[in-house]
């Protein structure tokens, strides 16, 4: 695989998303395979014949030689039943064991079929992102990202991507609208950007707007959930209740190498587009906006006097890492709002702190959570 080929990306912009997804789109491989088709050796899958090469001799069927990612590998563990933390164990270690095992539990089972989704350079050689059921029904990136951009087009929506993250699981699109805000005293009254210093008081605004997921491996069904922005910080207040997702089943996938018909992708870009759509209509609206900040209010009004304990049963209830802990903690007493609210305004804040977009984002989603357990913790010590 091309060592210029890019597959992941933070902060970034819509245009160089768009670029990264188009350049990985020329490089994709799908291929339905039954176990007996397939071999492990020096710790990369190998399918015989299983690259087609165009040149000007012709055609020619050479071996497809894939070397797993560290997420493919949670994959193939899975789907064989292998621990993956012994799996990873002989990786390191001892490779010909590593691949007996794999081996081993594919003969086990020769009949079983799966969907390799891989990137592929011209010699056969590359990555394989994941290994799913043979009803895994893909929905890409690329056109996810353009037939939501239709969708909002087509609903007349004034919009802005706020942020754009791609990992090796999933993409993440944050879309706002600075046009459709509201004030927010009750929430943002005691508020201080842990950023910026700026004061909820002095602009208490916040804008309606919606995160678009989607995974091309396995790792989620594709979404559209609901997001609140704050103006003075960029924490943003995920509603997962409300979204709109599409799982990734289908039928049965044939043998071979897949090739999705025009009619199969129209349909899916579809229902993606009309989602996109009916996620416009339904999210950035005023009533929407101010029925969500109205329910958020009411629960984040709870006092908390000693905030550690509060944190730390948060973090555990919630299985945050120790490093979201330690940034929520921080950014809790940097915000200076001891409250319920306090807490997802610390848990938000500090999902902007994180490296990992992937962790990030479930730490932001979080955040609605985090206050309300918060809240009842406090309420069940008084």
């Not at 491996?217 to 599409?246: E, R, S, Y």
């Not at 409250?339 to 610390?346: C, F, I, K, T």
Request: charged fraction near 20%.
């Amino acid at each position: 695989m091309s060592a210029d080929l890019i597959t992941t990306a933070r902060n970034t912009s819509l245009g160089e998303l768009a670029a990264i997804l188009e350049a990985q789109q020329t490089r994709k491989h799908d291929v339905v395979v039954p176990a007996a088709a397939l071999r492990c050796h020096q710790g990369a899958l190998h399918l015989p014949e299983g690259h087609t090469r165009l040149s000007y001799s012709g055609v020619t069927r050479t071996d497809a030689v894939l070397a797993p990612t560290r997420l493919a590998e949670n994959g193939v563990a899975a789907k064989l039943d292998i621990p993956v933390a012994y799996l990873r164990r002989l990786r390191a270690h001892d490779l010909d064991l590593y691949d007996a095992n794999i081996n081993g539990w594919l003969a086990h089972q020769p009949r079983r079929r799966f969907l390799l989704r891989s990137l592929i350079d011209d010699d056969g050689h590359g990555t394989l992102r994941a290994m799913l059921s043979d009803s895994y029904a893909p929905v890409d990136n690329l056109d996810v990202l353009t037939s939501v951009l239709a969708g909002m087009t087509a609903a007349g929506a004034a919009v802005d991507i706020a942020q754009a993250d791609l990992t090796e699981s999933r993409m993440y699109v944050k879309i706002r609208s600075r046009e459709i805000a509201a004030m927010a005293p009750r929430l943002l009254g005691n508020y201080v950007s842990p950023f910026t210093g700026a004061r909820g008081a002095d602009n208490p605004v916040v804008f309606a707007g919606f995160v678009v997921s989607n995974s091309e491996t396995g790792h989620g069904k594709f979404a559209i959930t609901p997001q609140l922005t704050v103006q003075i910080c960029d924490n943003g207040m995920t509603i997962p209740h409300h979204a709109h997702t599409k799982i990734h089943l289908g039928g049965k996938l044939p043998d071979g190498e897949i090739r999705w018909s025009h009619d199969t992708q129209q349909h899916a870009m579809a229902l993606v587009h009309k989602r996109a759509r009916d996620a416009v209509a339904t999210f950035l609206s005023e009533d929407f906006l101010t029925q969500r900040l109205t329910e958020i209010e009411n629960e984040a009004t709870t006092a908390i006097t000693d905030p550690a304990p509060v944190i730390e049963h948060v973090g555990a209830s919630l299985q945050f890492s120790e490093t979201a802990r330690s940034a929520i903690m921080a950014r809790f007493v940097q915000g200076a709002d001891l409250s319920s609210g306090g807490v997802l305004h610390a848990v938000t804040a500090a999902a902007q702190d994180l490296d990992d977009a992937d962790e990030s984002h479930e730490l932001e989603a979080a955040g609605l959570r985090a206050m309300s357990t918060a809240a009842a913790f406090v309420r069940r010590r008084c």
